[in-house]
């Protein structure tokens, strides 16, 4: 049984900052890719981030060098350092990752979501 869970919101002033974390926990071989999405009221989910195996990183047009993507291969952890936080970051952050099992098997599990608000 795999688990991702998320940690690291929380209430926050505009400039400020935060990091998210995304642990798997389980029966876990390697992560494939890490992926963050993000949900504001009243809006469909959006794609934040990216991060392959190798390290190769992708980000939304609206991150414009605010977020940084990372992972930590041997904690089965992914990141999301989020900076210079606008009101409209606003939203439920969800973590995606791409994983093999200790079978090989691969599977696609969502983290539970975590709080991030930012407000003065």
């Known amino acids: 049984q795999v688990q991702l869970v998320q940690s690291g919101g929380g209430l926050v002033q505009p400039g400020g900052s935060l990091r998210l974390s995304c642990a798997a926990n389980?029966?876990?071989?390697?992560?494939?890719?890490i992926d963050w999405y993000r949900q504001a009221p009243g809006k469909e989910r959006e794609f934040v981030a990216h991060?392959?195996?190798?390290?190769?990183?992708k980000y939304a047009d609206f991150v414009k060098g605010r977020f940084t993507i990372s992972r930590d291969d041997p904690k089965h952890t992914g990141y999301l350092q989020l900076s210079s936080l606008k009101p409209e970051d606003t939203a439920v952050y969800y973590c995606?990752?791409?994983?093999?099992?200790?079978?090989?098997?691969?599977?696609?599990?969502w983290g539970q979501g975590t709080q991030v608000t930012v407000s003065s």
């Open positions: 389980g029966n876990i071989f390697t992560i494939n890719t």
């Open positions: 995606n990752a791409i994983l093999y099992t200790t079978d090989l098997d691969e599977f696609e599990y």
């Open positions: 991060i392959t195996s190798g390290g190769t990183t």
